[in-house]
């Protein structure tokens, strides 16, 4: 919901009597009600379904173009609706923060005194009022005031016509720099949106007097095809903001529900997959609906309690339907096959019965739904809304699609539901309502839950890898669990069936075809264990070639080699052609020859070859 000032909603929440006025802005100029439209902007914005989806707000209305000066292609259009809160056309400033609002009572054209009321927070003692002219130095001022019952304080000046001069400045000091000013205008304006058209969509009158626009909000930006570049894993608020940069829109929800989803790879999608449905997408696996704001930014929310009632005075007919009972199952699936896994909260179904959600074809799970339908089940669970009409609404342009809000029943009974419907349909009149929501439902024998599945389907597509998978497997109650698996690439085409009976028998064929031939395969359980027997016979010859145990004696070395080493509990000795000639036993080591070519040591004495063949014997101690 849009927040206005507080001193606008006590205007529409006290008051009998309402002046709508409309303008727009095109390169900072504005095209008012009065002297430019010929049509008051009309604005639609409609969702379908509670979860997920991107709808886009668009905006028509006529303008006068006579002197042919206006030239709407191309640009961005900003559209205000607005109410003239008070009966003269008197401007208020504050320059300060602590002041909540002002409100100037009296009629310009009769009146010779107007009544200035000023409500501030308790911080301010005295206000001042100032001179256009002069705003650095006041011409009145008053310490008088009244505590109203939230804590605020009032304070109230008589101001003749010739004082105010159509404008007033407050303040709670007597002197001091001119800061930037906070606006109480007589009329309230409230943003509508940007919004731009196609060529096609701006037409000149036959007699090229006025011009007709038909425009969208910025979700337009987002119907090109996704072309980002980022490395994986990702996070899925960091994919959404990088989408929200390319196209140079701010992402004003960056912490959405389960943006903080971590993507192993990207998104399973065709090349061609466009921008917008991703950012719906994303929406539908936290619970929510995409938006662009009236400020133009993208806002990804759950729906959101405006704490705002709509009055029975304020429609003319409400119709309500039973409520949607309570998510309690979600399946992850495809829109075109049965294969979801689905998870279910089993206490909720007994409870209530089956509420059930699908999401078909998500292309941020699509490769890993039994990954992530835990968390996803955890936001939709207990999701529910009621679907209702109210015609003829005395609409006050705050309200957004996935607003909550209460509406008071011709009977006095309220219900509370998001709005995911708003039409214009007059001025100050708009049409809102929820539709009829239809979860899906997922066909149990077909699909696989995250318990003990007795059949399953699945059909995988990954874009990325160009694969596709397709796998249909079924478990008796034998305990037999029968299988077959088509799996296409470019250059290939492989089908599998396989057999594993519980007796312990396996029997598998395979079928690859290619585009130089077809091979064919047959495999048993028999073949497999012949398979391995031949492999494990192969690697103890060769293990034998290098490595003999003879009970406690192992004897390295290859069979038929002059030399060899024998290891057995007391020497590791040293053969050639099968005679020891050294050993190491008792931490002694026993050689026949010994040939040392620089130095031999022999306890604290040291043997050194010279190079005039001499031998010197030299003592080294403790060295």
Same mark, same amino acid.
């Given at each position: ?257 389960? &943006?903080?989803? *971590? $993507? !192993? /790879?990207? =998104? ?13 997408? @994303? ?71 089956? &509420?059930?959600? *699908? $999401? !078909? /074809?998500? =292309? ?13 089940? @955890? ?245």
């Amino acid at each position: 919901m849009y927040q206005p000032s507080q001193r606008f909603l006590e205007h529409i929440d006290n008051s009998l009597n309402f002046a709508p006025k409309a303008k727009i802005v095109v390169d900072g100029v504005e095209y008012t009600g009065e002297s430019h439209l010929k049509t008051w902007p009309r604005i639609e914005h409609c969702a379908e379904k509670f979860i997920g989806g991107f709808p886009a707000k668009t905006c028509s209305f006529e303008i006068w173009n006579r002197d042919g000066s206006i030239d709407l292609h191309g640009k961005e259009v900003a559209v205000y609706r607005g109410f003239k809160l008070s009966n003269n056309d008197i401007d208020a400033y504050a320059r300060s923060n602590h002041i909540h609002y002002i409100t100037v009572e009296g009629d310009i054209n009769t009146d010779i005194y107007f009544l200035v009321t000023v409500i501030c927070d308790s911080t301010m003692d005295t206000v001042y009022m100032y001179n256009p002219a002069v705003p650095d130095y006041p011409f009145g001022g008053n310490n008088s005031y009244d505590t109203l019952p939230d804590g605020t304080r009032r304070f109230q000046f008589g101001m003749s016509i010739n004082t105010i001069n159509n404008t007033i400045f407050v303040d709670s000091e007597d002197v001091g720099a001119w800061p930037e000013i906070k606006v109480f205008s007589s009329t309230e304006w409230i943003p509508m949106g940007l919004f731009t058209a196609a060529p096609e969509d701006i037409t000149t009158s036959k007699t090229g007097s006025f011009i007709t626009f038909n425009g969208a909000d910025r979700s337009k930006a987002f119907e090109k095809s996704y072309g980002g570049e980022l490395e994986y894993p990702v996070a899925l608020g960091a994919f959404m903001q990088d989408i929200c940069d390319r196209a140079g829109i701010p992402l004003e929800t960056p912490d959405f529900p389960l &943006s903080d989803m *971590l $993507l !192993p /790879d990207k =998104p399973n999608m065709p090349n061609d997959y466009p921008e917008r449905e991703l950012i719906a997408r @994303a929406a539908e696996l936290g619970g929510c609906i995409a938006q662009v704001s009236r400020e133009g930014g993208l806002r990804i929310t759950r729906a959101e309690d405006t704490g705002r009632t709509i009055p029975q005075l304020h429609y003319k007919s409400l119709e309500v339907e039973p409520p949607y009972t309570p998510i309690n199952s979600v399946s992850l699936g495809h829109a075109d096959y049965e294969d979801a896994v689905f998870l279910e909260d089993e206490d909720a179904i007994a409870a209530d019965g089956k &509420s059930e959600w *699908l $999401l !078909p /074809d998500n =292309p941020f799970v699509d490769l890993h739904r039994e990954y992530f339908i835990p968390r996803v089940a @955890a936001e939709l669970y207990g999701m529910t809304i009621i679907p209702f009409k109210a015609t003829k609404l005395l609409d006050f342009l705050i309200h957004d699609i996935n607003d909550l809000v209460t509406i008071t029943a011709k009977d006095g009974s309220t219900i509370q539901t998001a709005v995911l419907q708003i039409k214009n349909t007059a001025r100050i009149r708009s049409e809102i309502a929820t539709p009829t929501q239809t979860g899906g439902k997922t066909n149990k024998a077909m699909a696989g839950g995250l318990r003990a599945a007795m059949r399953s389907v699945k059909l995988t597509v990954d874009h990325q890898n160009a694969i596709i998978t397709a796998l249909a497997e079924e478990v008796n109650g034998h305990g037999d669990e029968f299988n077959s698996i088509v799996e296409q690439t470019a250059n290939e085409i492989m089908q599998s069936v396989a057999a594993q009976y519980a007796t312990g028998d396996y029997l598998e064929s395979v079928m690859r075809q290619m585009s130089d031939g077809i091979d064919f395969r047959f495999f048993s359980a028999q073949d497999q264990v012949d398979a391995l027997t031949n492999e494990i016979s192969g690697n103890q010859s060769l293990l034998e070639e290098y490595i003999r145990f003879q009970g406690a004696l192992i004897e390295l070395g290859k069979v038929g080699n002059a030399f060899t080493a024998q290891l057995d509990n007391g020497r590791l000795a040293f053969l050639e052609d099968g005679n020891p000639i050294a050993y190491i036993s008792n931490q002694k080591l026993w050689i026949t020859d010994a040939q040392v070519l620089n130095q031999l040591r022999i306890g604290k004495w040291i043997w050194t070859a010279q190079s005039d063949d001499s031998l010197i014997l030299a003592w080294v101690g403790s060295s």
